[in-house]
């Protein structure tokens, strides 16, 4: 299918299963900081086509399904964060070394955005831990105005920072895969926004760091951001 400039690939592949069906559906070809918020927006109206469009064409067929249509929403958050890692590292790798370091008067630079996100995947791959292992975690907060200038991100190499938030998003992907499905209702208390689950919070993490890749993507290509 194409929309606007994305083209994807829809497929839909039907494999036996003990009690029934499984129907697995794979939405490809999302590259680039937006066409990734698009497919997690798609995701959404593909959870409600399988969740309770599907259930109704079935029964309409004179078919009662044997278990509930389910939308696996783990599997989509998990592949969302997962891919977030070579679209950062594609997006720096596509920024001149010159244009790392331009910046309005009080703003940060592209390289002073780049090592937030990275910090941020830092502070954010131990609270999934803290929530996943301990439940009722308090997650601690930071102030990232505050890291960028106490630790001098004006200053610090670009490659190995993309290196380590590449390896940070490898590993915590392998590690949310093979969580038990209930962690994922773990909840902890994060210091500043209060109660948060541990699906909820690694929503909210990618958000985050997808938002400062737009942020990226339109001082690259010299779009002006909003004020």
């Keep these: 299918m194409a929309g606007g400039h994305i083209d994807s690939v829809v497929s839909f592949t039907l494999e036996p299963v003990a009690d029934g069906t499984r129907l697995v559906l794979e939405h490809k070809g999302f590259s680039g900081v937006g066409a990734v918020m698009v497919s997690a927006l798609l995701g959404k109206g593909w959870q409600g086509m399988v969740e309770e469009r599907l259930p109704a064409v079935l029964r309409g067929q004179g078919s009662t399904p044997a278990a509930e249509c389910r ?20 997006l720096l790798k596509s920024v001149s070394p010159p244009d790392r370091d331009r910046a309005a008067e009080g703003e940060w630079s592209i390289r002073q955005t780049a090592l937030h996100i990275v910090d941020a995947e830092l502070v954010g791959a131990v609270r999934m831990r803290m ?19 106490e630790l001098h ?20 992907a392998y590690m949310l895969r093979r969580l038990d499905p209930a962690a994922w209702s773990n909840r902890g208390r994060h210091e500043e926004s209060g109660e948060v689950t541990l699906e909820a919070y690694v929503v909210a993490h990618c958000e ?9 993507a339109n001082r690259r290509q010299g779009v002006p951001l909003p004020a």
């Design 71 to 90: 939308f696996d929403r783990t599997a989509a958050v998990i592949e969302r964060y997962a891919d977030g890692a070579i679209m950062f590292a594609d």
């Design 131 to 149: 929530l996943a292992a301990q439940p009722g975690a308090m997650l601690a907060a930071y102030h990232g105005e505050v890291w960028g200038r």
């Design 153 to 172: 991100y004006s200053e610090l190499p670009l490659e190995p920072a993309i290196e380590l938030f590449m390896r940070l998003r490898e590993t915590t």
């Design 208 to 216: 985050h760091a997808e938002a400062h890749m737009e942020e990226i």
